[in-house]
């Protein structure tokens, strides 16, 4: 059974620093993907970067890169120089293919408050 | 400009009245997803479509369907609304290509509540 689990609930950083939050995840595929997504105040859900299981390079994106350690099958977001506006939930997804199912699934996301 | 569009954002009901929720997008995206999110519970799948009039079963379609007659269009529809609907709707695209799907673009949401 796929699964996607992120047991830290909530973090809170100072602005300006770095914060790192952890997602492990279960599959029995070979081929998958790896997602974060970051849900605002207002329940803006928003696509933040992508690490597909075969690439060894973590992925990065502007102040959002990726810790992908396979043989541990994690994968977490780590966000530089954090400000304000980051605050906010964050959601790790996965998606595998099987029998032509595309869905992802979804850990139950983690609170990120930026203080000033 | 890619976009997820939903309508309503808002929604009031009475119980056993018929809910209509709409969503577009102009990527002419393949797939289209509708997700409920409920405290504690996260996103949960309701029903995937992989394109016009290819539609599939989710985690918790009971109670609900869909319709998709354009690409761009996607639809769920509460026959008979429950209170334990009352929930915020999420729709949601992403790019197929070779089999597979890519990242999912959402739509800002639906709250509906059913009195």
């Known amino acids: 059974a796929q699964k996607v689990t992120q047991t830290q609930t909530s973090i809170s950083v100072m602005e300006k620093t770095t914060v790192t939050m952890d997602c492990v995840y279960e599959?029995?595929?070979?081929?998958?993907?790896l997602f974060w997504y970051k849900q605002t105040a207002s329940g803006e859900i928003v696509f933040l970067i992508r690490?597909?299981?075969?690439?060894?390079e973590n992925a990065t994106v502007g102040h959002y890169s990726l810790n992908f350690q396979k043989p541990k099958s994690s994968i977490g977001l780590i966000i530089t120089a954090t400000q304000i506006e980051d605050s906010a939930v964050y959601f790790c997804?996965?998606?595998?293919?099987?029998?032509?199912?595309?869905?992802?699934?979804f850990g139950t996301g983690t609170t990120v408050s930026v203080s000033p | 400009d890619m976009k997820v569009t939903q309508m309503p954002r808002y929604l009031i009901k009475r119980m056993g009245e018929n809910v209509l929720l709409e969503c577009g997008q102009d990527?002419?995206?393949?797939?289209m997803y509708w997700y409920r999110q409920d405290p504690g519970l996260g996103l949960q799948l309701i029903y995937i479509s992989y394109d016009v009039d290819s539609n599939s079963e989710g985690d918790i379609p009971k109670g609900y369907r869909v319709s998709r007659k354009k690409r761009e269009h996607f639809s769920l529809i509460l026959d008979s609304a429950k209170t334990n609907q009352t929930s915020v709707y999420f729709c949601?695209?992403?790019?197929?290509?070779?089999?597979?799907?890519?990242?999912?673009?959402f739509g800002p949401g639906t709250r509906l509540t059913v009195l």
């Open positions: 949601a695209s992403s790019f197929t290509t070779g089999g597979h799907s890519y990242e999912q673009y």
């Open positions: 997804a996965m998606r595998e293919a099987y029998q032509g199912g595309r869905a992802l699934i």
């Open positions: 690490q597909d299981s075969y690439k060894k």
């Open positions: 599959t029995q595929d070979s081929s998958y993907f």
């Open positions: 990527m002419s995206h393949e797939t």
